[in-house]
Nanobody, 124 residues
Framework: QVQLVESGGGLVQAGGSLRLSCVVS????????MGWFRRAPGKEREFVAA?????????SYADSVKGRFTISRDNAKNTVYLQMNSLTPEDTAVYYC????????????????WGQGTQVTVSS
């Protein structure tokens, strides 16, 4: 059983930064593609970023966060991070980490395991 636990959310002013963490249980963390998604009030869950360790580090980002957010992973700690800079009120959402095998994807339905989410609120 794979479990994901996010932390690091909170309230921040526009222009500020937060770093989210997601700790993954299990011994095969290195074989998973890890993604971050978010759901804003009244909206569907959307892709934010993903990192693929298999065959080399490959990252991808939603256009809305490119240049502001950075995804990284520490396989020794079974942890994936999302560094969020230059936050805006439009980034307010519940952020989820997710894991899947085989290939990177931007579709939430392709991910097998999910955390419970952590709230990020950006005030103007």
């Amino acid at each position: 059983q794979v479990q994901l636990v996010e932390s690091g959310g909170g309230l921040v002013q526009a222009g500020g930064s937060l770093r989210l963490s997601c700790v993954v249980s299990g011994r095969t963390f290195g074989s998973y593609i890890m993604g971050w998604f978010r759901r804003a009030p009244g909206k569907e869950r959307e892709f934010v970023a993903a990192v693929n360790w298999i065959g080399g580090i490959v990252t991808s980002y939603a256009d809305s966060v490119k240049g502001r957010f950075t995804i990284s992973r520490d396989n020794a700690k079974n942890t994936v991070y999302l560094q969020m800079n230059s936050l805006t009120p439009e980034d307010t959402a519940v952020y989820y980490c997710a894991a899947r095998r085989n290939a990177a994807s931007r579709q939430p339905g392709d991910y097998d395991y999910w955390g419970q989410g952590t709230q990020v609120t950006v005030s103007s």
